[in-house]
């Protein structure tokens, strides 16, 4: 064999298998859902709520929330908050509460997990 036809085959065969070691793509799986506690006249919170997800995620995924729907005692400050506790890849808990004097009756949340 030639020594140029001997550097395209040495060439090739690595090209080929660099593409072995290349990254693949990967495709980011999300999950959405609401969460509403509510109870009148008598307030249940604060409320742990653990939240499972329809099908596991391959690693702890990120969890994005926000409030949705607030309904407190207009007498008082108005006080609410939602904390995540804890996450793995199959669920995660929040804590939903009030601060203070504030009379929480209703507090509804979405959020979004992704991997």
Known sequence: MK??????????????????????PTTARCESGEVNEYEYPKSPFPVNKTIDFQQPF??????????????????E??????????????SFTVWLG???DTKLYG????????D
């Open 3 to 24: 020594k140029s036809q001997a550097h395209k085959s040495l060439f090739l065969a690595a090209f080929i298998l660099t593409l072995n070691f290349l990254p693949r």
């Open 77 to 90: 400050n108005k006080r609410a908050k939602i904390k995540l506790l804890r996450s793995d890849p199959a």
């Open 107 to 114: 507090l509804g949340m979405r959020w979004m997990a992704c």
């Open 58 to 75: 391959a690693a702890k995924p990120s969890i994005m929330y926000g409030i949705t729907m607030l309904d407190m005692n207009y007498a």
């Open 98 to 100: 009030t601060m203070h």
